[in-house]
C-alpha cells in the first residue's frame, strides 16, 4: 500500500509542464579566416547589437605579463590605422548608440548597441579593431594610468573587493586562474611595446574570434556585410595558446584571515568544483540555488531571517571554462562572532549532505532554474551575447534553447551526490574579512 | 545561466566593465594603408535607411471600482507581470518622517491566511518575485503560474497583518542604515539639497532622521494602508505574454471585489528657488572630497511643452556619455573631478535642477567657478549645430534602444492617463525632438538656467573648505546644516580676550596634577579593556622616558597588532609581521608615542599652537586647539572650558582607502597616582563601530621589564 500512495506522489507532484519556450532562432557560417559568424533576427525594435568575442582571457597570459587581456580591453578603444585616437566612443554616440567591454578569465568581449541602420558602422568599427587596431607607446602609458584608478576604485578601496583575488591564489597552485583577471600593476608596468604588439598579434586573430549580431537585420545583407569587412582580416600565423594545466585536488582545508576597510565581516568559503558544461556542474548550481534563491532559501532563512546572524548570503559557482569554485559567502551582521556564522553556513550545506531534499522543494528549484532560463533572454544584446558563450565555451549555439534540459535531468540526489563530493571541508579555501584594527 | 545577480552588492567583479575608456591625449593623424584596394575602409559607412519607429501598442479599460487596468501584450517571453501603482500624493509626515516607506514595506510581511515565511515559499515555489512599496506592488511570474501569483499577490494586497516582530525587524535595518548614511557625503548633500531647495514643510524636504524613525508606530502603518490603498486611487499595469481578454479575466476575477474608498488629496504650497545664490554646507569631518549639488526648484510637470526642448540644452551642459561641457571642463581639461553632469527633473509637484560632482578638497572653490562659468555660458552663447546634433542624436537612441522593453511602453501608458499628457505625446516625440532648434535651446538656458539664484551644497571638511566659499554666497553668509538638513544653530561663544592657546594647555596641565607630578612619572603601563565585534580585545601600553615605548593589542589570545620604539628604531608588526624602520613617516609615528604626556611637549620649541574658538561639543563648551607639530602634522584637540580637560582629540591617518579622521574621546576622568588620567576612550573613525576602551590596569612608576623595548 505504502508503495502505491509513493508513486502516486510522485507522478502528481513530479508533473511538470515546461513553459512554450519561444525558440531563439538563428544563422551561423564561418569564414575562410577562421571567424565563425552567428546572427540571430528579430525586427521588433529598430535596433542592433553588434558584438565580437575574442576567446582569450586571463588565462591565456604569461604568468610574467599578467592583466594583458584585460589592458587590451582599454586599448582597444584608442582607434586603430582609420580611427582617429579617441574617435572610436565619438562614432558610436554620435551615431546615437552605445558601447562596452568585459573581460573574464576566459575571453574578452566587445560590443555596440546601435540604430539598426548604423550596423554597417558597427562592423566597421569591430572589422578596424580585429585588423590593425592602434597598439603604441601613447596608447599604453594613458591606458596604464586608467587600469591603475580602475584598480584602486574597484579593488582595493571597495568594501570586500580583494575577496576573489584573495580566493583564487589560494585555491590555485599552478593553474592560471590563480592571478586576478585585472592583473598585478608591476607586470604593466614592466610590458614594453614590443609584448603588447605580440599579444594583439597571438590573440585578436579571426580564427580566435566570434562575431555574434542580433537585432533588427536582414540575414542577407548582414551576412553580405559582415563578409565585405572580415573576409580578408589574415589568419593568426601562430598557434594559439591555450593552457592545457591541471589543477591538483586542493589537498586540504586552507584558511586565513583578511583585514579590510569594511563595515561588517565576511565570511568566503570557496570549493573547487568541475568546469561548465559538465554533469556536475549543472547539479552543483542548482544546490547553489537551493541555499541562496529567494527569501524561502536555505542559507537567506536560516541566516539572515532566522538568526539573523547575516544581512546577506549567498552562493554561486563561476562558470568557468577549466574546472572553476563555488563560492558560500556570507556578511556577517553586527555583534555576531564570525566563526559563529561560518559555522552556521557549514550546518546548512552539512544538512544538503546527510539529509534528502523533499520533493516539494526539489520542485521549487526546478521551477527556479526554469524561471531564470526562460526569462534571460529578452534583450538582443543579452541574446548575442549567450549565442557566443555557448558557441565558444560548449561548442553549440543552440544550447541557448536546450540548455534548460540539462538543467532538468538533475536529480535530487545528484545534488545530494554533489554536496558531498566537493562540497567538503578538505577542498575548500575559507577567508574570515574582518574590520582593520586601528591604531590608538 | 548567469547566476550573478546574488552577488550585485559585493560589487560583482568578476568582469572588469571598463567605462569606454577616455582618453586626453591630443588627437594623432591616423596612417592610412597603402593598399589602394582597402581605401573604402577610410572612412565609416554611411547609414542605410533609417526604420521607423513604432511604439507598441496598449489597450486599457477600468473595473466597476475605479481601477484602471492599462494592457500591454508581447509574446516574445512566456511571461507576465502585474504592476499596481497608486496615485497617493506626497504626505507630509513630520516628525515620524520614515513611515510611509515602512508602511509599504510592511504589506507583504504577513497576512491573515499567510506568515512571511509562507509568502517567501510560496513565491520562490513558482519561481516568481513580488515586492511592495508605499507606491505599489509589483509581481512577475511565467505565464503559467500567473493565477497562484495572483492569489498571492491579492492576499498580501486585501489582508496584510503588520505582524509586531516584522515591524521591529525592519525598524532596525532603518537605523542602520540612516546610521551608515550619516557619513555618507552624497546623503548629506541630498537631505541638505531638498531641505534648502523645498523646505521642511513640504514632503520632499523631509528627511527620515534616527528620532523620527524612532517615533513609528505599527497603528501609522496600517492608518496609511487603510487610507491609501483603494481601487480608484490606482493603475493596474499587466505586461507581457497575455492577450486583452486575457487580462481583463484576471483582472475581474481578481480585484473587482477591491472596495473603493474616499482618498485624501493634499496640498501643496509651490517652493519658491532663492532670489540670490546662497552657500549651503554641511561638514564631513577628516573628508579629502568635497560633493558639490548646484541646485535648485524647477516648475516642470510632465507632458510640459518645454520638457524636451530642456532635455536638449541639458544634454550640451551636462549630460551625454562623456560629451556635456561639464564633463569636459571639469575632468578632461581640468581633472579636477572624475564626472560632473546636471539634471533637469520632471515632477508633478515640482521638480529641480542639479549640477552635481565629488571634486578633491583645494578645488572645491575653482570647481564652483567652473560650473557657474558653464551655467553662464550656456545662457549667454548660442550652442554649435554640431554640439545640438549630438544631444539629440544622444536622445533619439536613447529612446529607441528603451522601446525594445515592453515595460517602457506600460510606462508611457500610465504616464498618458497619470499626467493627462495628449494621447500622441510619446508617439510624436522623435519628431519633436528633431524640431528643436539652436534659438530654442538659448531660450530654454535663459528661462531654467540660473547661476545668480541657486543654492550651493557643499558637503565637505568644514576647516579647509567652507570659508573659500563664501565670496559665492550674495549676503556673505554660510549657513550650516546636520546631515539631515537641519540648520546647525551656531551658538557663538567668544572666547575672552586674555586666553591664548598657551593658556589653555597650560590649564590642562595644571587640571590633571600639575607640571611638577607629571615630571615625576618615569614610566607609565596601562591595560585597556574593549569589546571588538563580539569579542574581547585588550590594549596594553608601557612608556619610559625618555624615550621607550611598547603596545601591543590582542584577541582571542593572539597578538593582532604590536609597535615597539627602542630609542632609536621603531618596529611595527601585524598578525606576526614585523617591518622596522629608522626614518619616515611611520618612524616619526611610532616615536612620537614614546612620550607619556604629548602635552608637555606642546610648550616646546617647534610647536604651533592656535586657539580657533569655543564649540560645543555634547553640551559642553571646548575650546578648539589646532596643534601643528614640528614635522607639519596637525591635530585638532578640543579642552573642556569649565574643567580644563581634554575632551576630544582628532588626527588624520593614512589608510589603504585614503586618509581618514581618527577621532579619541576621553571621559570619565579620575585619580590615580594623583594624577588625573581618562579611565574610559571612545575610539572613533578607523573602524565602523566605535571602540570603547575602559582601564583595567595602571602602573605609574613600577618595574618594568626593559627587554619589553627591544626589536630584533
Same mark, same amino acid.
Given at each position: ?45 529598430? +535596433? ?19 592583466? *594583458? @587581456? ?62 590593425? @587596431? ?15 584608478? &580602475? ?30 583577471? /585585472? ?13 603588447? =604588439? ?102 537567506? =532563512? ?46 546548512? /550545506? ?6 534528502? +531534499? ?38 553549440? @549555439?543552440?544550447?541557448?534553447?536546450? #540548455? ?15 554536496? $558531498? ?14 574590520? !582593520?584594527?586601528?591604531?590608538? | ?5 546574488? *552577488? ?17 591625449? &591630443? ?91 509562507? /509568502? ?17 506592488? *509589483? ?7 500567473? &493565477? ?22 525592519? %525598524? ?111 561638514? !564631513? ?45 571639469? %575632468? ?10 546636471? $539634471?533637469?527633473? $520632471?515632477? !508633478? ?26 551655467? #553662464? ?127 589653555? /594647555? ?10 611638577? !607630578?607629571?615630571?615625576?612619572?618615569? $614610566? ?28 601591543? +593589542? ?31 613617516? #611611520? ?26 574658538? +569655543? ?21 585638532? #584637540? ?70 619589553? *623595548?627591544?626589536?630584533?
Amino acid at each position: 500500500m505504502r508503495y502505491l500512495v509513493l508513486i502516486f506522489l510522485h507522478f502528481f507532484v513530479f508533473e511538470f509542464s515546461q513553459a512554450q519556450l519561444n525558440k531563439i532562432e538563428f544563422r551561423e557560417f564561418t569564414l575562410d579566416n577562421g571567424l565563425h559568424v552567428i546572427l540571430h533576427r528579430d525586427n521588433s525594435t529598430p +535596433i542592433v547589437a553588434v558584438s565580437v568575442m575574442y576567446h582569450v582571457g586571463s588565462k591565456n597570459e604569461n604568468p610574467d605579463r599578467t592583466g *594583458f @587581456a584585460h589592458f587590451f580591453e582599454h586599448l582597444l578603444f584608442e582607434g586603430s590605422e582609420n580611427i582617429e585616437r579617441g574617435q572610436f566612443d565619438k562614432y558610436v554616440e554620435k551615431a546615437g548608440g552605445t558601447l562596452n567591454a568585459n573581460t573574464s578569465f576566459d575571453r574578452t568581449y566587445y560590443f555596440e548597441i546601435l540604430p539598426s541602420n548604423q550596423l554597417e558602422l558597427g562592423l566597421w568599427l569591430e572589422s578596424e579593431r580585429m585588423l590593425h @587596431a592602434k597598439v603604441d607607446n601613447v596608447g599604453i602609458e594613458t591606458q596604464r594610468q586608467v587600469v591603475k584608478e &580602475e584598480r584602486r576604485q574597484r579593488v582595493d578601496n571597495q568594501p570586500y573587493g580583494t575577496f576573489l583575488e584573495e580566493i583564487i591564489k589560494r585555491a590555485y597552485k599552478v593553474h592560471p586562474y590563480r592571478w586576478p583577471i /585585472i592583473g598585478y600593476m608591476e607586470h604593466l608596468d614592466a610590458a614594453q611595446e614590443k609584448d603588447y =604588439k605580440n599579444f594583439y598579434a597571438d590573440f585578436y586573430v579571426p580564427n580566435n574570434a566570434i562575431v555574434s549580431i542580433a537585432g533588427d537585420i536582414d540575414y542577407e545583407v548582414a551576412e553580405a556585410l559582415v563578409r565585405k569587412y572580415f573576409n580578408d582580416i589574415p589568419k593568426g600565423k601562430k598557434p594559439i595558446y591555450r593552457p592545457n594545466i591541471v589543477e591538483p585536488p586542493l589537498g586540504g582545508e586552507v584558511r586565513d584571515t583578511i583585514y579590510d576597510n569594511i563595515q561588517l565581516p565576511g565570511v568566503f568559503m570557496a570549493y573547487r568544483i568541475p568546469e561548465q558544461g559538465t554533469e556536475d556542474f549543472y547539479a552543483v548550481s542548482m544546490l547553489g540555488t537551493l541555499l541562496s534563491q529567494g527569501q524561502s532559501s536555505r542559507l537567506q =532563512k536560516a541566516l539572515v531571517d532566522e538568526q539573523q546572524k547575516a544581512v546577506a548570503v549567498g552562493n554561486f559557482p563561476l562558470d568557468l571554462e577549466d574546472p572553476g569554485i563555488a563560492i558560500a559567502y556570507c556578511i556577517v551582521s553586527m555583534g555576531t562572532d564570525v566563526k559563529a556564522a561560518e559555522d552556521a553556513i557549514t550546518a546548512e /550545506i552539512d544538512r544538503v549532505r546527510k539529509e534528502p +531534499i523533499s520533493e516539494e522543494e526539489f520542485q521549487k528549484l526546478r521551477n527556479q532554474v526554469e524561471n531564470d532560463f526562460v526569462s534571460a533572454n529578452s534583450r538582443v544584446a543579452g541574446i548575442a551575447e549567450s549565442l557566443a558563450n555557448y558557441k565558444m565555451y560548449l561548442g553549440d @549555439a543552440n544550447l541557448i534553447n536546450t #540548455e534548460l534540459q540539462r538543467y532538468l535531468a538533475v536529480t535530487k540526489e545528484d545534488i545530494m551526490r554533489v554536496a $558531498n563530493k566537493y562540497y567538503t571541508p578538505d577542498n575548500r579555501v575559507v577567508l574570515h574579512y574582518l574590520p !582593520k584594527p586601528a591604531t590608538p | 545561466m548567469k547566476r550573478y545577480i546574488l *552577488f550585485i552588492i559585493l560589487g560583482g567583479i568578476l568582469l572588469f566593465f571598463s567605462a569606454c575608456a577616455k582618453k586626453t591625449t &591630443e588627437n594623432i593623424k591616423a596612417v592610412s594603408t597603402a593598399d589602394p584596394a582597402k581605401a573604402w575602409r577610410k572612412n565609416p559607412p554611411v547609414p542605410a535607411q533609417a526604420r521607423d519607429i513604432n511604439l507598441g501598442e496598449y489597450s486599457t479599460f477600468d473595473l466597476a471600482n475605479g481601477l484602471k487596468v492599462i494592457v500591454v501584450e508581447n509574446h516574445k517571453l512566456p511571461r507576465v507581470s502585474y504592476q499596481l501603482s497608486f496615485n497617493t500624493d506626497a504626505l507630509v509626515e513630520g516628525d515620524k518622517a520614515g513611515y510611509v516607506s515602512i508602511a509599504g514595506d510592511m504589506v507583504s510581511k504577513g497576512t491573515k491566511n499567510r506568515s512571511k515565511a509562507q /509568502i517567501d515559499k510560496e513565491i520562490d515555489f513558482i519561481g516568481a518575485n513580488l515586492s511592495t512599496s508605499a507606491t505599489g506592488i *509589483f509581481g512577475g511570474s511565467l505565464k503559467k503560474h500567473s &493565477e497562484k501569483l495572483l492569489e498571492v499577490f491579492t492576499d498580501v494586497l486585501y489582508n496584510p497583518v503588520f505582524p509586531e516582530d516584522e515591524f521591529e525587524k525592519i %525598524r532596525k535595518r532603518t537605523l542602520s542604515g540612516l546610521a551608515a548614511s550619516k557619513t555618507d557625503p552624497n546623503a548629506i548633500a541630498r537631505n541638505i539639497a531638498n531641505a534648502v531647495n523645498f523646505g521642511k514643510d513640504h514632503p520632499y524636504g523631509e528627511a527620515q532622521t534616527e528620532e523620527s524613525i524612532k517615533n513609528i508606530t505599527i497603528d501609522d502603518c496600517k492608518n496609511y494602508y487603510k487610507t491609501y490603498f483603494k481601487p480608484n486611487n490606482a493603475y493596474l499595469v499587466i505586461v507581457g505574454d497575455i492577450t486583452p481578454a486575457e487580462a481583463k479575466a484576471q483582472a475581474e476575477k481578481y480585484f473587482s471585489k477591491w472596495e473603493k474608498g474616499e482618498v485624501p488629496v493634499q496640498k501643496y504650497k509651490v517652493p519658491q528657488g532663492p532670489e540670490e545664490r546662497k552657500v549651503a554646507f554641511g561638514n !564631513k569631518d577628516g573628508a579629502v572630497q568635497s560633493v558639490i549639488n548646484i541646485t535648485y526648484p524647477v516648475e516642470m510637470k510632465p507632458g510640459n511643452p518645454d520638457a524636451i526642448k530642456v532635455s536638449v540644452m541639458n544634454s550640451i551642459l551636462g549630460g551625454g556619455v562623456f560629451s556635456g561641457r561639464l564633463m569636459q571642463n571639469l %575632468r578632461e581639461k581640468k581633472a579636477y573631478t572624475y564626472g560632473a553632469r546636471s $539634471n533637469i527633473s $520632471n515632477d !508633478k509637484l515640482i521638480g529641480n535642477f542639479t549640477a552635481s560632482a565629488s571634486v578633491r578638497n583645494e578645488v572645491t572653490d575653482s570647481s564652483v567657478v567652473e560650473f557657474l562659468y558653464e551655467m #553662464e555660458r550656456i545662457v549667454r552663447e548660442p550652442v554649435t549645430a554640431e554640439d545640438l546634433q549630438l544631444a539629440k542624436n544622444g536622445l533619439a537612441g536613447n529612446f529607441a534602444r528603451s522601446l525594445e522593453s515592453p515595460q517602457t511602453i506600460a510606462n508611457f501608458a500610465l504616464n498618458t492617463f497619470r499626467y493627462n499628457l495628449p494621447k500622441d505625446y510619446y508617439n510624436t516625440y522623435l519628431q519633436k525632438l528633431d524640431a528643436v532648434s539652436i534659438a530654442d535651446v538659448q531660450m530654454m538656458a535663459a528661462k531654467y538656467v540660473r547661476p545668480d539664484k541657486c543654492n550651493i551644497v557643499v558637503v565637505g571638511n568644514k576647516d579647509n573648505v567652507a570659508d573659500r566659499l563664501l565670496r559665492f554666497d550674495s549676503d556673505g553668509k554660510i549657513d550650516f546644516y546636520d546631515p539631515f538638513g537641519r540648520p546647525v544653530v551656531e551658538k557663538k561663544v567668544e572666547v575672552a580676550d586674555n586666553i591664548t592657546a598657551r593658556n589653555v /594647555i597650560e590649564d590642562y596641565i595644571a587640571a590633571i596634577g600639575g607640571m611638577k !607630578k607629571l615630571q615625576s612619572v618615569q $614610566n607609565l603601563r596601562t591595560v585597556r579593556k574593549a569589546t571588538i565585534m563580539g569579542q574581547d580585545a585588550s590594549f596594553e601600553t608601557v612608556q619610559m622616558v625618555p624615550d621607550k615605548y611598547m603596545m601591543k +593589542i590582542s584577541m582571542m589570545g593572539m597578538t593582532l597588532q604590536e609597535q615597539k620604539y627602542n630609542g632609536t628604531k621603531a618596529m611595527s608588526g601585524q598578525m606576526g609581521q614585523k617591518q622596522v624602520f629608522t626614518e619616515g613617516k #611611520e618612524f616619526e609615528g611610532i616615536k612620537s608615542q614614546s612620550v607619556i604626556f604629548d602635552q608637555m611637549e606642546y610648550l616646546k620649541q617647534g610647536y604651533k599652537l592656535e586657539l580657533k574658538g +569655543i564649540e560645543n561639543l555634547d553640551g559642553q563648551d571646548c575650546y578648539k586647539i589646532v596643534v601643528t607639530k614640528p614635522d607639519g602634522d596637525q591635530a585638532t #584637540e578640543f579642552y573642556s572650558v569649565k574643567t580644563n580637560l581634554l575632551y576630544r582629540a582628532l588626527q588624520s591617518q593614512d589608510s589603504p582607502g585614503g586618509p581618514v579622521t581618527v577621532t579619541n574621546e576621553y571621559k570619565n576622568y579620575k585619580e590615580v597616582g594623583g594624577i588625573m588620567f581618562p579611565h574610559t576612550i571612545e575610539l572613533s573613525g578607523a573602524m565602523p563601530t566605535p571602540i570603547v576602551m575602559e582601564i583595567s590596569e595602571i602602573q605609574i612608576n613600577g618595574p618594568v621589564d626593559k627587554s619589553i *623595548f627591544d626589536i630584533e
